[in-house]
């Protein structure tokens, strides 16, 4: 397969609702696309960088100029160009994962999309349908947050999903729980707490959760260990886990019985499938978490969630848990019992609506690849 040309597109879409974490609140998603251009098809990838750095060192405009200045070089220079030849040729740029994936699903959608092979079947998908949860923002009140809640459980979701933060924790949990009863829920702090909040998040206990996520700081690997010493509720990992060797390691020293595999932190689908099986060897279960995606990085997901051992629901949500008719491909719709249909059509097995992406692009940049 020969590159012959990029697009590198930015959209902005508002969101149903804002969105809050201990990051701040989103009120819309400035979403950088790739399109790659071949000599057998056409392949788009999405970078699920936000606007600025605040989950992780990337963000959307300084991916935006590292693919077109550093990494669209390398990758040209590729001869035969495979999903497999993305990672090594693009090995010596140093960090941005989610640049890096979102060229490589590019690469992968366009190879697929060739040979009328569907990602979720080239991944090891052993599922056509996914559980879905839902990620719950931190509320204005509790009464405000037992609403949405309430909304999301009715229209079926698997599990909830809530925020929290200090100030944010313990009242909320007690407040879902009692309301809720048996509800599959857990929490994700996003790297709020410390260490020394131990005995706070061990008032956690005693509401059945199915787990923590990323409660400390993304490098205190130790202290993750250290923490599900000291309570009873699962540890899962988001931010630690950067690559299959994070998640080794972190297993390894017991700072996580659970891991959430999200692609664009690990620099793209191939390492996140290695993830998964580091995992499953270790008999460590793992979901697909979720970056705010449009169709294209929602249909990916969707196929690497089907792989065997994604045992627990993911952030795999409906297309309208965040957007309300601003889709740039077909919706993906919670059937009953709340579960999301991996797409099954060759590539991402979804169409983008280019006209109506014309609509909503605030910029494009086209780079054409001489031989």
């Excluded at 040309?5 to 974490?21: G, N, W």
């Excluded at 079926?156 to 100030?167: H, M, S, V």
């Excluded at 580091?278 to 793992?286: F, I, K, M, T």
Aim: net charge negative; hydrophobic share 45%.
């Amino acid at each position: 397969m020969k590159l012959q040309e990029i697009e590198l597109r930015r959209i902005r879409l508002p969101l149903v609702a804002p969105f809050r974490t201990s990051f701040g609140v989103e009120h819309e998603r400035d979403i950088l696309l790739v399109k790659l251009t071949t000599d057998v098809a056409e392949g788009w990838g999405e970078c699920v960088a936000g606007a600025e750095p605040l989950y992780s060192s990337e963000y959307a405009d300084g991916a935006h100029r590292v693919i077109r200045d550093h990494l669209l070089p390398r990758l040209a220079g590729v001869p035969d160009l495979s999903p497999a030849r993305v990672g090594p040729a693009l090995a010596t740029v140093e960090g941005h994962p989610m640049a890096k994936a979102a060229l490589e699903l590019a690469v992968l959608d366009a190879e697929l999309r060739a040979h009328g092979m569907p990602l979720a079947g080239y991944l090891g998908a052993v599922r056509d349908k996914v559980p879905a949860g839902v990620s719950v923002g931190i509320a204005g009140s509790i009464p405000e947050l037992l609403e949405v809640v309430d909304g999301y459980l009715a229209d079926g979701y698997a599990r909830i999903k809530l925020k929290i933060q200090p100030g944010w924790d313990v009242e909320p949990v007690r407040a879902v729980r009692e309301r809720f009863g048996d509800v599959v829920l857990q929490v994700d702090a996003n790297a709020a707490y410390t260490l020394a909040d131990a005995p706070r998040l061990a008032r956690l206990d005693p509401f059945d959760l199915l787990l923590i996520e990323q409660p400390l700081a993304t490098d205190d690997v130790r202290g993750h260990a250290e923490l599900a010493r000291r309570v009873r509720t699962p540890i899962c990992l988001d931010e630690s886990i950067t690559s299959a060797r994070a998640a080794a390691d972190a297993i390894a020293v017991g700072a996580c019985a659970i891991v959430n595999v999200k692609a664009g932190r690990v620099g793209g689908f191939l390492e996140a499938r290695r993830v998964h099986d580091v995992c499953a060897a270790n008999g460590v279960p793992v979901w697909c978490g979720g970056m705010l995606e449009t169709g294209v990085g929602r249909a990916a997901n969707l196929a690497l969630a089907g792989l065997p051992n994604f045992t627990l629901p993911g952030d795999t949500s409906a297309s309208d848990r965040y957007w309300r008719r601003e889709l740039i491909t077909e919706p993906f719709v919670l059937e009953p019992p709340g579960v999301v249909r991996v797409p099954s059509g060759p590539g991402l097995g979804v169409t983008v609506d280019e006209e109506f992406l014309e609509a909503i692009t605030t910029s494009v940049e086209r780079r054409r690849v001489d031989r």
